[in-house]
């Protein structure tokens, strides 16, 4: 018989194959991560990636950014399609002061999440608050967050959350004042470019928020979050008039 070489040589590059995918999956997440740690510290300087362990399968790793708390970074049922250049796993982002879940896929020129859920403590918040001089109260349930990014911007965006109310804590020049506020819902979506986001309180919206791709933000607040903060506005406008309106360029 014939040893058939066009069959015998199929067979050998299945089998390479094979081994290869299977050392890749079962490489250490920490030799897989030395390949890109010098590129992700020239692109985010202020992320610190410490604790990489397990494999490129199912790992996990400690995350520290700016002033934020640290948080474990945990992935698994990964999917990688090597000759597409796209992949894909089950991620999750935890700490005592927030636990978040999602779906991650990406290629070379987008990100996407999907299925993302899981809550925000108002310590979290601080962090990010705290050099506007705010702190607040209570927790964020981020019901929902679906978003396409490439390189550029985003290409599609919707996310629904909901604030459990509370105190809100702002401070300037050395004095603060304290406010209570019901709870309060947000939902976010897309507009073009533009990402526009409505706060609501039992339906009624309370703040309107729009963002650029230019980093240019928009905000108009209404005389109905003043209200509910039980200290109505001097001019006395109807709840749904604009009382506050801010445009400033955040980057």
Do not use: C
Not at 40 to 60: C, E, F, K, Y
Not at 72 to 91: E, K, Q, Y
């Amino acid at each position: 018989m014939r040893f058939n070489w066009k069959l015998g040589l199929g067979l050998s590059a299945v089998l390479v194959i094979s081994i290869a995918v299977f050392l890749v999956v079962l490489a250490p997440a920490s030799i897989a991560y030395s390949f890109i740690r010098e590129d992700l510290m020239q692109r985010a300087p202020q992320l610190l990636v410490t604790q990489v362990g397990g494999t490129v399968w199912n790992g996990s790793a400690f995350l520290e950014f700016d002033a934020f708390p640290g948080s474990t970074l945990t992935w698994n049922d990964v999917d990688v399609a090597p000759f597409a250049r796209r992949i894909g796993a089950r991620v999750r982002l935890a700490a005592a002061s927030h636990d978040l879940s999602s779906l991650l896929r990406a290629n070379a020129t987008e990100l996407e999440l999907t299925d993302t859920n899981g809550r925000i403590d108002h310590t979290l918040l601080d962090a990010w608050g705290e050099r506007f001089g705010l702190a607040f109260a209570g927790e964020v349930d981020l019901r929902q967050l679906d978003l396409v990014a490439d390189q550029r911007w985003l290409k599609a965006l919707e996310a629904d959350l909901a604030w459990s109310g509370g105190a809100v804590s702002y401070t300037a020049y050395d004095q603060t004042e304290t406010y209570r506020l019901p709870p309060l819902d947000l939902k976010a979506r897309l507009d073009g470019e533009v990402v526009r986001a409505d706060v609501t309180h039992d339906g009624a919206q309370v703040i309107e928020v729009t963002l650029g791709p230019d980093g240019v933000s928009y905000v108009a607040v209404k005389a109905r979050l003043f209200l509910l903060a039980e200290l109505p506005w001097p001019g006395g406008q109807p709840p749904d008039e604009n009382v506050i309106e801010v445009e400033r360029p955040l980057w």
